[in-house]
């Protein structure tokens, strides 16, 4: 029933489109195109249009907005497309539901590549079109073909003003809303959506009617009412919003079958996968529980990558919605408790495409119906198993993560500038966001503030002298960058205290350390910190892979010192029990992650 409807709406949207076209223009010599057809992606738009180059001339692609793009020939008077029309339609170059279109119509050019023709004057009929209409020669004894009838061109037709009054009264209260819903989307009702057609509904009529080139009587015709329809319903086109039915997930919605299908379950998750030029996604969400298995989901749907960290989100007691957004996706889920069973849906859409994506959110939101049962908790235990992936998502990962450690008891951490560079947000052990409140770039030190107080375990004791040589030393740090739950502890000894370049700041290390490990602290025998290992940053030669630097702490007490944080400074004599020294290393050692 829903294919058949969309089917009849389409038609009577291109019919609409078609006596509009008419209406609008009644000169021969207006300038107008012939749209041959329309395509929902770039790609095969440009295809067809390419193909059609190859047969007639004066072939131009443009975009219509809403994700579709239109080719069409021309520009003509109105007297020669019309013309063009008949013979490319009688000839079946041409699709026979081609029309008359308006350069209003059209956005920016696509085909060819690089042409801007939407403002020159008319072209001339092609000269196969020009002599169509001319006697064909004939000769002797031979009898001249009889031409097919023209195609007719539809003329306007339109209802009075009191016939437009008398179907006005046959609309339903929801067909009312809707068109107030149309008139609003269009920029020209701002009032609320309640069915009653007082002054503010008839002026906005009017004022649709005079932007669109109709007469301003501020009741909208029959035919009106579709090419209103047709613009607000423009955006879904091609989309193939159609009624799914998960039996196994138990849940029933509208989905853009044009652009995703199912792929796979995986509980509490049935996987509908972009199959279209979009890249939209779908997740239906399916399992039993009570509140504590929805708060549960709340918790770890926002740590996957499907969800974004920018956007707002609210969580009741039986219902949650989050929305998600980056630079790349926008991802709106809708979850609800009931019954002992937790449904609800994400929707994942590409940035940069909110009118459409919020009118397919809306047309799934209006018609999700919750069915018998729900998803297998044993589905798709077969599938492939990772520590990065929950159901088959991926857990959103940091840009890149380092280590830091607890310069003072408030949770101030000091860490490399490597960690903190265009960062859209800086999070200590993957919870607590923290901002930069200081820097050194030059020795490559950066001092970050936790958002709330923190209580740390333990705080580094800084020893302020320089380590001797070939003393041996320690960095505590998170080698794999957050894979281990805990920082550990890398060994090795101090082989010159000063840098390559002989930088006194520095200290040259034999230990080998792993990327992660760089922002560590770096103790000493008696568990002091002496430094702050930094990444190994030399580009134009490769170093062995045990050799590595440290910043020593009398540049990490000036930047403390600038920035009005108090070190603690050490006390410590004697060798440190290696015990101890780890508990001291892990207590006061964090991971800082850069996310984008």
Request: glycine share 8%.
């Given at each position: ?16 489109t078609f006596i509009g076209s008419a209406a609008l223009a009644q000169s021969p010599d207006d300038v107008v195109w012939v749209q ?559 996310w984008d």
């Amino acid at each position: 029933m829903t294919r058949i409807v969309s089917a009849f709406l389409a038609v009577v949207f291109t019919l609409a489109t078609f006596i509009g076209s008419a209406a609008l223009a009644q000169s021969p010599d207006d300038v107008v195109w012939v749209q041959i057809e329309a395509q929902p992606s770039l790609s095969e738009a440009t295809a067809r249009a390419r193909e059609y180059a190859g047969q007639i001339e004066d072939v131009n692609g443009f975009a219509l907005g809403g994700g579709w793009y239109a080719i069409a020939v021309g520009p003509y008077r109105r007297a020669d497309a019309e013309q063009v029309l008949r013979q490319y339609v009688r000839t079946r170059i041409v699709p026979r539901d081609s029309f008359i279109q308006f350069s209003s119509s059209f956005r920016q050019q696509f085909w060819p590549i690089g042409a801007n023709v939407l403002n020159r004057g008319v072209l001339e009929a092609p000269s196969a079109v020009e002599t169509v209409t001319t006697t064909p020669d004939v000769t002797p004894d031979v009898q001249a073909p009889i031409s097919e009838p023209e195609t007719p061109l539809l003329e306007p037709a339109d209802e009075t003003l009191a016939e437009a009054r008398r179907s006005e009264r046959s609309l339903t209260a929801q067909d009312r809303k809707d068109l107030q819903i149309a008139l609003k989307w269009a920029g020209f009702y701002d009032a609320a959506i309640d069915g009653s057609y007082g002054r503010g509904t008839r002026n906005s009529m009017a004022a649709w009617q005079e932007a669109n080139n109709y007469e301003t009587t501020g009741v909208l015709t029959t035919m009106q009412r579709a090419a209103l329809l047709r613009q607000y319903n423009a955006v879904l086109d091609g989309l193939g919003l159609q009624l799914v039915r998960d039996t196994q997930a138990g849940i029933e919605m509208i989905m853009p079958t044009a652009e995703v299908a199912f792929a796979k379950y995986e509980a509490p998750f049935a996987h509908y996968n972009a199959t279209g030029d979009i890249g939209a996604r779908v997740l239906l969400i399916s399992q039993a529980g009570d509140q504590n298995t929805l708060f549960g989901l709340y918790d770890i749907m926002q740590t996957l990558e499907i969800v974004p960290l920018n956007g707002p989100r609210e969580r009741k007691n039986a219902s949650f919605t989050l929305v998600g957004e980056n630079s790349r996706i926008i991802s709106e889920t809708r979850v609800s408790l009931e019954d002992g069973q937790v449904k609800g849906f994400t929707l994942i859409w590409p940035a940069g495409d909110e009118e459409r994506r919020t009118r397919v959110m809306d047309e799934m939101l209006k018609s999700f119906t919750l069915l018998p049962g729900v998803l297998d908790p044993a589905a798709g235990g077969d599938a492939e198993q990772a520590i990065d992936l929950v159901s088959g998502l991926s857990v959103r990962q940091p840009k890149i993560s380092r280590s830091g450690f607890f310069v003072d008891r408030s949770g101030v951490v000091l860490t490399t500038t490597q960690a903190v560079e265009a960062c859209g947000r800086l999070t200590v052990d993957g919870d607590t966001e923290a901002e930069v409140v200081a820097q050194d770039p030059i020795n490559g030190l950066a001092l970050l503030k936790p958002s709330s107080p923190l209580a740390p375990l333990a705080v580094a004791a800084f020893d302020l002298g320089t380590p001797r040589l070939q003393t041996e030393v320690s960095v505590a740090g998170y080698s794999y960058e957050g894979v281990l739950s805990a920082a550990t502890l890398t060994f090795g000894k101090v082989e010159d205290i000063r840098g390559l370049a002989g930088e006194e700041h520095l200290s040259r290390l034999s230990l080998k350390a792993q990327a992660g490990d760089s922002g560590g602290p770096v103790f000493n025998a008696s568990g002091n910190v002496v430094g702050m290992l930094l990444p190994n940053t030399t580009k134009d030669q490769q170093l062995p892979k045990d050799v590595s630097f440290a910043v020593d702490s009398t540049s990490i007490a000036d930047l403390a010192a600038q920035a009005g944080v108090q070190l603690t400074a050490a006390d410590r004599t004697g060798n440190v029990a290696p015990r101890d020294l780890r508990l001291a290393a892990q207590g006061m050692t964090v991971l800082v992650s850069c996310w984008d």
